[in-house]
């Protein structure tokens, strides 16, 4: 069974892979950059080289496990975490821990090999949103589970697998993520200074000065974030207030696929196809009405936040919480803006 | 001048390098991995192709910016910060933001051409570690500055430069990086609930149960902790209570120089020469008698915390602040403890 471990100083969960742990001496060797596979786990027709499906978007006349279908959500084949079992929070003399209990599953966005989520249609993002919609409704049902954190990781060097297949991941965790915890804090602080949500405000600012500006469409903006920790660091926000990303209605969901299909095409284009990571980030699980969630409907706002791996400096961040852009947003927005796509 | 900013919801400072900027095109070639120069402008007798030395350990009958030294420190030829002018925090709308001042130098810690601090002197180290003392020493005198970080890239996917020479850096800020802050709360919260350093607690911990403990050796222990973020992590920490890193005596010292060396040459023997970082946590500067610092001297305790840089599982975890470490730290332990150095 995996851990969950709390750091004792600063209190982050983490987790400890203690049973797909590899060996010490696997890390003599640093992975190589990709090798081109000839076969595909994910692509259609090798259904049987995943584990079963536990969520589809396929045609009725196809069977579950079977070809044809649009998109798949099977568990992960190495799950950090097990769906199997209590948590058992304890003690070990000064540290804390619980078991590493949670899903993993991974959302295969389309039946082609097609790598990047920038090359899927329009309609495919948005099967893979309402996809993530379903699934963290489900999770929510578990009471064990506290977040859902759902990302992507395209490219080797942002984690990404061998099988360059455009898929995402979810992961259940009975923690809510430190950064999470953070930003609802944060914006809680704000609120109860301004009566107002920070990120309505920041909206309001962006389209105001339009200096970090990236896209404007619909009921979604496009913006390099004032404090970029990255170059080229991306957010997607949704202009109307809301917390929480499951209340997504059909046609918002439509708008939010048209730009990050857009968002993801002027990175591919402008930037040569880098490899990136994005989070969803989200209100918690709503049976968690207390202290800082309390308000969370007023001062809570979803968003997507978009980080392309092109530098690397990250030893020292890591390290510190302390974060060096080379590139202005300002430019990397004026650089974005103009790529047609 | 570059600009300090501050992320408007959850408070993290970050440096926007506005002067140095690369043009958004120099990212669509993404950095080239080493190759070897044959020209170092860290070594002896190439002084002229630094900036002039701000402090040196060279012998007396030497001369400033002159071959025949020890150890130098000059200032970054491209500094992330500049060390003229005022702060000049200030609003712009709903952001903050201040002149990005502070000092970034570079520490180069032998006059040969060595690129890993593991093949270095013990007394080379332990003069590396008496330079950290003077410049931070020094750099506190300068009334615009909360904190040193002093850290070191070795390697270049561990953010190293192309040039191969064993140095580190420190960076004097104008705000307490996140990361320091966290701990300074973490373990105030500990002392007010137990009256003990929650660093010392944990000392004695694995000291009892030896199952992630490295070394013991003299004043010093180097342990894997217990929720590593990453395979292999290390903290090396004083067995006794100081949470200031420049109190640190002659003697320390070559202790602290003895264990350095020796871990980083388990993990350059064990794990083949990988890539790493270390950062120093120590107190933040004296004078900041306020809030969570009114009982540092008691609740807080500097170490070095280093971190091998072996796999890419990154963007996720920057996003999340949710770390997933595949390697329990018992194992690590256990590896590095039998490596013969």
Redesign the interface.
């Known amino acids: 069974m995996p ?1 969950l ?14 049973e ?6 696997h ?5 190589q950059e990709t090798s081109p596979e000839s076969f595909c786990p994910f692509c259609d027709g090798n259904e049987s080289s995943t584990p079963p499906e536990i969520y589809a978007l396929r045609p009725k006349h196809t069977h579950a496990n079977k070809p044809g279908w649009d998109l798949r959500v099977v568990p992960s084949i190495a799950p ?1 975490l097990r769906i199997e079992g209590d948590l058992d929070r304890r003690g070990k ?3 804390d821990l619980m078991n590493g209990v949670g899903a993993h599953e991974i959302v295969i966005e389309t039946n082609k090999h097609i790598a990047n989520m920038a090359d899927l249609e329009e309609s495919q993002i948005a099967e893979v949103i309402t996809c993530y919609i379903d699934r963290m409704l489900d999770l929510e049902k578990d009471q064990r589970f506290k977040y859902v ?1 759902t ?1 992507k ?1 395209y490219g ?4 990404g697998s061998k099988y360059a297949h455009s898929r995402s991941q979810l992961i259940a ?1 009975p923690v809510n ?4 915890k ?2 609802l ?3 809680r602080i ?1 609120y109860d200074y301004h009566e107002r949500c ?2 309505c ?2 909206i309001r ?1 962006e389209l ?2 339009k200096d970090r500006l990236i896209l404007d469409l619909d009921g979604f903006i496009a913006i390099a ?5 990255f ?2 660091e991306i957010w997607i926000l949704p202009k109307k207030h809301t917390c929480d990303f499951t209340r997504l209605d059909m046609p918002s969901r439509l708008e939010l696929a048209n730009i990050m299909k857009k968002v993801l095409m002027k990175l591919k284009v ?3 196809d ?1 490899p ?4 969803l ?1 989200t209100a918690p699980f709503r049976r968690q009405k207390l202290g800082y969630w309390k308000s969370i409907d007023h001062d809570y706002h979803w968003h997507i ?1 978009i ?10 961040e ?12 300002e ?2 927005a ?2 974005l803006r103009e790529i047609k796509v």
């Open positions: 851990e471990r709390k750091d004792p100083i600063i209190g982050r969960w983490v987790i400890v892979a203690t797909r742990a590899k060996k010490p001496d890390y003599l060797d640093l992975p950090f003399g000064l540290y954190l990302f990781n080797r060097s942002a984690g965790t993520p430190k950064r999470v953070e930003e804090v944060g914006s704000y920070v990120f405000d920041l600012q105001d000065s974030p004032f404090a970029s920790r170059p080229f402008g930037l040569s880098p990136y990571n994005y989070v980030h936040e980080m392309p791996r092109l530098t690397r400096l990250a030893g020292f890591w390290g510190t919480g302390f974060y060096i852009c080379p590139l202005p947003p430019e990397a004026r650089f």
